[in-house]
């Protein structure tokens, strides 16, 4: 399924704004390894942030499972995020 | 059936001659499924026994078509609470004591990981998007007892067990594989059968030295314990993945190096992962999503974590166990990974991830934290074994314990400079170090005087 044109800046805009951080810049294999403040609690943070930015609803498994930020576009597309 | 008698052996070889003689998915779904049977049937002398886990999983059944019906959450949560009812009834967890109890010919073997999958499976059917195939009655009875995963795990996920499902028509058994997966069974029963059978006779004679200090016979107790249920347990969990890799089935690892974590967190990482992970999906997870809405500064965030962590750990501990001994080692699982989350959230804040992880890596730093991580899990699985009236000195025992990961880890360092290259899988060498082993089961299997302890995850 190809992304909707938005995606990309706007989780941009969603990981600055989670991460409080106005230089973040993201690719396909971003993980809780780059990021210093993405622990399993600011996950559930963005996770909630994501969800309501693309008004989609991520099952347990869903956000458990996600590894990456490449991950998190493809289930935000296959959800059809609006 | 034992996983080290002849009749699991005959059962499991008659299932795979079976199973490799016809290449159709749907023969060998019902060869695993008529395995399955015969293995979940031989803990019961007698049909009535299996009364009680044939009515939880029809319940399961209802639950999970519930799930797929997608109800409100107040009917959804009221038919997941009277599975979880039902399940400590069958248990006879001691809180349930004042009810009628069930009939006491009712087994209950394997009823705990059937409960993980069935409420996995049915949350996921509940959060599912529209399209997802239906769960039919056979997937659903080889996702719960399947003969690899029915007593002790590792929790699939439904989704790669029916991916797995419907490929097996496909699979077809290359050397490699079948000498890869009979080497890890064989080291599976050998841990089971010789290490844990030698580090359970280890502990007991720790137990009886009077000329020792008694922090230190404890805390060398609760470390020998430790390594024999991680042997009992790790072997047979290997065990299950190489006989699973015989039948085209990949399950999930459950232990990856427990022993090289630094803390709490990071050993639930590699200690039982598939039932950390559940825990962290359906538990944790939901309750950071609920406490997430209101909870909106970095700090109410931390805390919400610290208690989220504290009630998952409490809860899991609680799990392993009927008695009020599991209700403290919850509790000590549960304040042990809250006070590690804080500690960690704290010293993040202060020097950033890269400083702690600077700091983790300080020598001192990393084998005391190493010590104490190993020593600590270790001094609460004592409320497993403990005997009543034998005093526990806990604070020196910690200590103890801790002195002797430490000596352990340093012996290990020193060890590990010295590499070993093995021997080529498939090559002479290799197929006479499996020979060995099959030689020495084979011994063990035959020799009746000879006594394995019983698999300790088998009575949760």
Same mark, same amino acid.
């Given at each position: ?21 106005? $230089?973040? #810049?993201?690719?396909? %294999? ?6 210093? +403040? ?7 943070? *963005?996770?909630? $942030?994501? #969800?309501?930015?693309? %008004? ?6 869903? +956000? ?7 991950? *998190? ?10 | ?460």
């Amino acid at each position: 399924m190809s992304e909707p044109a938005e995606l990309r800046p706007r989780m941009t805009r969603v990981f600055r704004e989670v991460f409080d951080d106005d $230089a973040l #810049e993201l690719t396909d %294999s971003t993980s809780a390894a780059d990021i210093d +403040a993405w622990d399993s609690l600011m996950h559930i943070t *963005l996770v909630l $942030a994501v #969800e309501r930015e693309f %008004s989609i609803r991520l099952s347990a498994a869903e +956000a458990g499972l996600l590894k990456n930020v490449g991950e *998190l576009y493809k289930l935000v597309s296959a959800r059809g995020g609006k | 059936l034992d996983f080290l008698s002849l009749q699991f052996g005959g059962l499991a070889l008659t299932a795979l001659v079976a199973f490799h003689a016809v290449a159709n998915a749907r023969w060998r779904q019902a060869v695993i499924a008529l395995a399955s049977a015969v293995y979940v049937g031989s803990f019961a002398d007698d049909p009535q026994q299996l009364t009680g886990l044939v009515l939880f999983l029809a319940l399961g059944y209802g639950l999970v078509q519930l799930g797929r019906a997608k109800p409100g959450s107040t009917v959804f949560g009221l038919a997941v609470f009277t599975l979880i009812a039902l399940f400590a009834w069958l248990k006879r967890y001691s809180a349930l004591a004042p009810l009628p109890q069930p009939p006491s010919i009712w087994i209950t073997v394997g009823l705990s990981y059937v409960l993980f999958r069935v409420l996995q499976l049915a949350v996921d059917e509940l959060q599912a998007e529209p399209g997802r195939p239906p769960v039919g009655p056979l997937a659903y009875f080889l996702f719960t007892c399947s003969l690899f995963t029915f007593v002790s795990g590792p929790i699939q996920r439904y989704d790669d067990h029916r991916a797995q499902l419907s490929k097996l028509g496909d699979f077809s058994l290359d050397s490699a594989t079948a000498y890869a997966a009979s080497s890890r069974i064989a080291n599976g029963l050998l841990k089971v059968a010789l290490i844990s059978t030698a580090l359970n006779a280890l502990h007991l004679w720790v137990l009886k030295q009077t000329n020792v200090p008694a922090s230190a016979a404890f805390g060398a107790a609760c470390l020998v314990w430790l390594l024999f249920l991680y042997a009992n347990f790790s072997g047979s969990i290997d065990v299950v993945l190489g006989l699973g890799a015989l039948f085209g089935f990949a399950l999930p690892e459950n232990f990856v190096r427990p022993f090289a974590a630094g803390n709490l967190l990071e050993f639930w990482n590699g200690w039982h992962i598939t039932l950390s992970q559940w825990f962290k999906f359906y538990v944790f997870n939901p309750i950071l999503k609920f406490l997430g809405r209101w909870l909106k500064t970095p700090s109410s965030l931390m805390w919400g974590g610290v208690l989220g962590y504290g009630i998952t750990f409490f809860l899991m501990g609680l799990w392993h166990g009927t008695t009020s001994a599991y209700v403290i080692y919850g509790a000590l699982l549960g304040a042990g990974v809250a006070v590690t989350k804080l500690y960690e959230s704290l010293m993040t804040r202060r020097l950033t991830k890269k400083g702690l992880t600077a700091l983790r890596a300080r020598p001192i730093y990393a084998a005391a934290a190493h010590g104490f991580t190993i020593a600590y899990f270790a001094l609460t699985l004592s409320l497993w074994w403990r005997e009543p009236g034998k005093a526990m000195p806990w604070v020196g025992g910690l200590f103890a314990a801790a002195a002797l990961v430490i000596a352990a880890r340093a012996v290990w360092m020193v060890g590990s400079r010295f590499t070993f290259k093995g021997v080529r899988a498939g090559g002479p060498l290799s197929q006479l170090w499996l020979g060995a082993r099959a030689f020495t089961l084979a011994a063990i299997a035959f020799d009746t005087s000879f006594h394995v302890p019983e698999l300790i995850y088998r009575g949760f």
